[in-house]
Structure formats: C-alpha cells, structure tokens
C-alpha cells in the first residue's frame, strides 16, 4: 500500500454500477486496502453480489458480510482519509503513510511501529498529530513548518 455494487455507502442507497465507477477517488482508496477488503468490495460492488453470496463464498456469516461491508464504508468515506489521500495534502510522506494505513487500513499501532521502524508512542504521537491536524488544530503548526509539515 503507498499513499504518493450493491453496497450501501454513506448516502444510505446502494450504489449502481456507474455510481460505482463514480470519479470521486473511490476505487483509488479501495486500491489502499488489504487485499481481503478489496476483495470483498469488489464482489459486492463490482459483481453486484448480494451479502448472502458473499457470506457462503468466504465461509462467513451474512451478518458479518455486512459489517464488514458498513465498516469500510465508514472509513473509505471519512473525511480524514479522503484528506490523506489528496494529492495537495501537506502532511510529510511518512505521516501520511502511516495515518493512511492506521484510519483507512485499520493497521494496528503496533503493526506500524514494526514495519515503520518507530516505537509505538512514535506511531501514537503521529496518528494524534494527523487527527488534531484534520480538525484544524495541527493546520497553523503545518503551514509554519511544523512536525509534520512537507519541507520545501
């Protein structure tokens, strides 16, 4: 993963099939995902399969299905990680990259301390940083260079 259809979203309507191949850079952060999840998109979204086939396909319950389903929703359309995503976001590369793995992917803490080589209260520190970024606290401490602010 590096940041640089008959699903309901976040709208409460399933998705046809143009609406799924919609602009919106959808299918970019679905591309960001474990390839379980996007399998699993892809089969609702794409083929069009209900819950009910999903579920006896991967030996799961439809419940499960579509909590699976409702929680990626969630995080493919939060507004924090459409904001990572973008390309003119101006959070450093690494700060991106992890936030992105721990709000879109569900990476733990721990996960990413190992494959980032930083300690967990690294990692901790980083994904707070981001949030409070996102709600415009961290925004003056970006623009002025701050910790996770892009050099130029």
Same mark, same amino acid.
């Given at each position: 993963?590096?940041?640089?259809?008959?699903?309901?979203?976040?709208?409460?309507?399933?998705?046809?099939?143009?609406?799924?191949?919609?602009?919106?850079?959808?299918?970019?952060?679905?591309?960001?995902?474990?390839?379980?999840?996007?399998?699993?998109?892809?089969?609702?979204?794409?083929?069009?399969?209900? @819950?009910?086939?999903?579920?006896?396909?991967?030996?799961?319950?439809?419940?499960?299905?579509?909590?699976?389903?409702?929680?990626?929703?969630?995080?493919? @359309?939060?507004?924090?990680?459409?904001?990572?995503?973008?390309?003119?976001?101006?959070?450093?590369?690494?700060?991106?990259?992890?936030?992105?793995?721990?709000?879109?992917?569900?990476?733990?803490?721990?996960?990413?301390?190992?494959? @980032?080589?930083?300690?967990?209260?690294?990692?901790?520190?980083?994904?707070?940083?981001?949030?409070?970024?996102?709600?415009?606290?961290?925004?003056?401490?970006?623009?002025?260079?701050?910790?996770?602010?892009?050099?130029?």
């Amino acid at each position: 993963m590096n940041v640089s259809k008959s699903i309901v979203l976040e709208s409460g309507t399933a998705l046809t099939r143009s609406a799924a191949e919609a602009p919106d850079g959808l299918w970019q952060r679905i591309a960001l995902l474990p390839e379980q999840d996007q399998a699993l998109l892809e089969l609702s979204l794409r083929v069009g399969a209900s @819950h009910r086939v999903i579920a006896r396909a991967l030996k799961r319950s439809p419940g499960a299905v579509s909590r699976s389903i409702r929680s990626l929703a969630r995080r493919l @359309h939060d507004p924090l990680v459409v904001a990572l995503i973008d390309r003119d976001c101006p959070l450093d590369p690494t700060y991106r990259q992890i936030a992105v793995e721990y709000f879109l992917a569900g990476r733990s803490v721990a996960h990413l301390a190992r494959t @980032h080589d930083r300690t967990q209260p690294e990692v901790r520190q980083i994904v707070k940083f981001v949030s409070s970024w996102h709600r415009g606290v961290g925004r003056s401490t970006s623009r002025r260079g701050g910790v996770g602010a892009k050099r130029h």
